[in-house]
Structure formats: C-alpha cells, structure tokens
C-alpha cells in the first residue's frame, strides 16, 4: 500500500476522472454562473453587458432577503430535526430493540427513497382540510383537540412548519442509518470499562458516545445543511412556494428569474449567493466543531 500511495503515476492515474468530473460538473456551472451574473437577458435572446446592476438588484430586492430568510428559518429545523431525531431513533434502536433491528432498520430508510413528488401528494392528503379532513385533521378531532384543526398548508402561519416536519420525515432514516453505524462500530474495550466504571447507560451516552460521535455529527449536519439550503422538489411538491410566498425558496425564485422570466443574469447571482450562504454556513458549522474538539 505505502509503495501504490508514493508513486504520484499511480495516485494521478486514480484521481484523474474524479478531478475531471467534479471540474465538469461543479467548477465549470460556477465559472459560468460567475460569467452570466454581469449580463441581462438570456444567451441568444437580448443578452447584454450590465456590469454589477444584477448584484445591486439582489442587495436591494426585498423579495430575496425575505426568501434567504426564510430558508434560514427551514434550515435550523429540518437540520436539527433530521439530525437530532436520527440520533435518538439510533440510540433507541441500539439500546431498545432486541429482535428484528434490520427490519426497523429498513422500515425507516424507506421514505428517504420515496419519490419527492410522490412524498408530497401523500403529505397533501395527510394535511388536507377540504372536502374532508385529512389524517392529521381527522387524528385531532379524534383525540378533542379539534380547536387545532386548520388548513396546515393552505396557512401562511403553518405552511412552512408543515413543510419542515414533511422533510424531516423524508430524511430522518438517512440520518438514523448513518448514527447506528457509527454507535456499533466504537471502540467496545471504551464502553466496557465505562461500565465496569458504574456509568449508567445515560451517563455513557452523554459522556463517552456522544463525545466520540462528534464527527458524525458534523458530517450529518453539512449534509442536511446542503440539502435543505437547496431544497426545491419537495416544495414544488407540496405548496408550489404558497401561500402566497410563505415557503418560496431560493432556489425557486433562482429557477423562476432564469427559466421563467428569461433572466439568466439574475438568476445566476442568486445561484452564486446560494453558494455562498451553504459555504458560510459550513463554515461556522466545522468552526463550532473544531472548537469544541
């Protein structure tokens, strides 16, 4: 191995395609995205030089710093939710469960591939309201709590916490997957002597699991981060960014002023500060960590 990981032949021969296709796939769309943000138009159709007009668009719209803050908002809840409940469903599967854990296993990784669009239409009838209630509805008129029945996203108050709870729904066996990995592979001899210790099963948790997880953790929350700033299927899915604007996303209005409105210039610097709000946002996420560590 040490003789393969010194010839530099070998290791350029090995990383060449996946260099050349992360340049293709991801260096290249930014270099072009870089390009279009200091024109208007579209390529072909009225496309013209316009400097940073396109930037001071962006730091003057109040539409997209709604829409950025919005996000912002959906991003700490499904990020925490996805991340948080993926651990405690680990932990419980690891400590609670005695029999059938590959069955549970697969139950719970079962919505993260379902269909986005299929995903929404199911969550469309469990949060319906008209003609008749939907599961969720119907579940609290059932238990006397009919004073909370409402119209989940058809409300502007409501609809992006549906939304949220939705995809946390869809992501949380990812996340419940990769933590029970990780739980069955630290170090036994640790756990052992902790317990010889007279640690109790919480007191392990807290203080020799979880300590050893951290880099689960960070890499779980740069994941759902990334995803969750890009979110776009399960919105379209569910509320199309109603009502009115309560769950239009970046990444819609980035699509809309680009394929929509033809305005390829615009879209693009919405597109480069999407960029830039996912690297900042990891940034502080891996600073947090590296502290703590």
């Not at 390009?35 to 007009?53: A, E, I, K, R, T």
């Not at 959906?74 to 069955?103: D, E, P, R, S, T």
């Not at 807290?206 to 740069?222: D, E, T």
Request: some cysteine; overall charge positive; aromatic content about 12%.
């Amino acid at each position: 191995m040490n003789k393969v990981l010194g010839n530099k032949k070998a290791l350029a021969l090995f990383t060449l395609p996946a260099i050349i296709l992360f340049t293709l796939l991801a260096i290249v769309p930014i270099i072009w995205s870089l390009f279009y943000s200091f024109f208007s138009g579209m390529p072909g159709v009225n496309f013209q030089f316009c400097g940073l007009d396109n930037f001071k668009q962006f730091f003057t719209d109040t539409n997209v710093h709604q829409g950025f803050l919005r996000n912002i908002k959906y991003v700490i809840v499904v990020m925490i939710g996805q991340v948080g409940i993926g651990f405690a469903l680990a932990m419980l599967i690891n400590y609670g469960v005695n029999h059938c854990k590959n069955l549970i296993r697969t139950c719970m990784f079962i919505p993260v591939v379902l269909p986005s669009v299929a995903v929404g239409q199911l969550f469309q009838k469990i949060y319906a309201i008209a003609p008749q209630n939907g599961l969720l509805n119907a579940f609290l008129e059932l238990i006397g709590l009919k004073f909370l029945v409402t119209a989940w996203i058809g409300d502007v108050s409501t609809a992006l916490w549906s939304l949220a709870a939705m995809d946390i729904w869809k992501g949380v066996g990812l996340y419940c997957l990769i933590f029970y990995s990780a739980i069955i592979d630290l170090p036994g001899d640790v756990v052992e002597a902790a317990k010889i210790d007279g640690a109790s099963s919480m007191r392990i948790i807290r203080s020799v699991q979880i300590p050893l997880l951290k880099p689960i953790f960070r890499m779980s929350l740069i994941f759902s981060l990334t995803g969750c700033i890009k979110v776009y299927d399960t919105v379209v899915a569910l509320t199309k960014g109603g009502p009115g604007t309560s769950t239009y996303m970046p990444s819609m209005l980035m699509y809309d002023q680009a394929f929509t409105y033809g305005n390829f210039g615009y879209g693009s610097v919405i597109a480069l500060m999407i960029l830039v709000e996912c690297t900042v946002l990891t940034a502080i996420i891996n600073k947090i960590f590296a502290q703590k560590e």
